[in-house]
């Protein structure tokens, strides 16, 4: 029989308990991660924490779940996104709903993290369940669980059993790194996609950009978050979490030398930062900020120095993160697919789910490259 216990602060939740379930598992699970996103304040989320436990009182699972208002339609194509802009000049609230979520906010991880293999299908069973009817208690319009990779087919289909939509996400990016130095992974490419990037980072180098890697950066957190914000106010493909240079300077002092920087100087003058977490063997690309908002060689460079940090640093694969597939598909990145699974806790809406929402939401098709020279 497992068992359940919920918490609504983090600090609440027994925190020798919670790491024992950790091992081996992703740092955005980790107890410094929840500190740093209630002490941040994203957006309205709201968090609670659930504790799974077997028939011995022994911990086996753990999640987090979270309510936000958030756009239905947040991955829309252009031409509809054009006119949910003219409707929401009249009604601002048009098609955002009051979510309750399963999952992390600023990563793409399995939303549950199981020390115990052999209870996943009964753990996920009984959180589809239990946020179900937490759902309809709270008057939530949809339940959102996020996000599933493809070796994760087995939750899925428990999801499924319980009523839950599997609909596609936007797909994440990913690269296999495979090279000892930054000169063997330039080395390995073709030389059509080598001969681009080394174009690039000559345009990059007349105009006297370089680049330096931090772990402590909490003095800079306002420039960071002005940066960035540069970044998600032009964003035309999808706009979601609001940051906050508390969030910044939270990231760098809780999760010590595993947060990095690249910062970009051209000359002297700061222009541009990508935020690194070094998460086990992944280096994950969580975002990207700028002074300007123009279109110039600026964002190559900064995937090559992210790619060139991973090769460094000894990681194993680079997490490259949603959006400007066509850049990063140029670097090596391969596009990996994700899954969402939805459910409204009302039976008659729940019917229209699986209709309305690829309707909304246009996720592009996965089409990889082959940047590499075969072997």
Request: hydrophobic fraction near 40%.
């Amino acid at each position: 029989m497992i068992k359940t216990n919920t918490y609504d602060r983090i600090r609440n939740v027994p925190r020798e308990v919670w790491d024992s379930v950790l091992t081996h598992h992703s740092m955005a699970y980790s107890y410094q991660f929840w500190e740093i996103m209630e002490a941040c304040q994203l957006n309205d989320f709201s968090y609670q924490y659930l504790l799974f436990y077997n028939d011995q009182d022994h911990p086996i699972a753990l999640t987090s779940f979270y309510t936000i208002t958030t756009d239905i339609a947040i991955f829309a194509p252009k031409k509809l996104r054009s006119i949910l802009q003219q409707i929401r000049r009249l009604w601002p609230d048009f098609l955002k709903v009051k979510m309750l979520e399963c999952g992390t906010p600023i990563t793409l991880n399995s939303p549950v993290a199981i020390g115990d293999d052999t209870a996943s299908t009964e753990i996920i069973k009984q959180l589809g369940d239990y946020l179900i009817q937490l759902a309809k208690n709270q008057g939530h319009f949809l339940i959102v669980l996020r996000d599933f990779e493809p070796e994760t087919k087995q939750l899925q289909l428990t999801l499924k059993q319980l009523g839950f939509h599997l609909e596609d996400s936007l797909p994440n990016t990913y690269m296999d790194i495979q090279w000892e130095t930054p000169a063997q992974y330039l080395a390995s490419m073709k030389s059509y996609y080598r001969s681009k990037l080394q174009k690039h980072l000559r345009i990059n180098q007349e105009h006297g950009v370089s680049h330096e890697l931090l772990d402590n950066f909490d003095d800079l957190a306002e420039l960071l978050c002005q940066q960035w914000q540069t970044v998600h106010d032009h964003a035309t493909e999808f706009q979601r979490e609001v940051l906050s240079p508390q969030f910044y300077a939270e990231f760098s002092l809780k999760l010590g030398t595993s947060s990095k920087v690249l910062l970009f100087y051209r000359k002297k003058e700061l222009i541009g930062h990508a935020l690194l977490l070094m998460d086990n063997d992944m280096l994950r690309w969580l975002y990207f900020g700028r002074n300007e908002a123009i279109n110039d060689s600026l964002y190559i460079y900064v995937g090559h120095k992210v790619v060139e940090t991973a090769i460094v640093l000894g990681a194993k694969k680079l997490e490259m993160g949603l959006t400007t597939y066509a850049i990063k598909k140029d670097l090596g990145a391969y596009l990996s697919p994700i899954k969402l699974a939805l459910r409204s806790p009302s039976t008659l809406i729940n019917q229209f789910i699986g209709i309305f929402y690829p309707l909304l939401n246009h996720i592009p098709e996965i089409q990889n490259k082959s940047i590499f020279k075969t072997k």
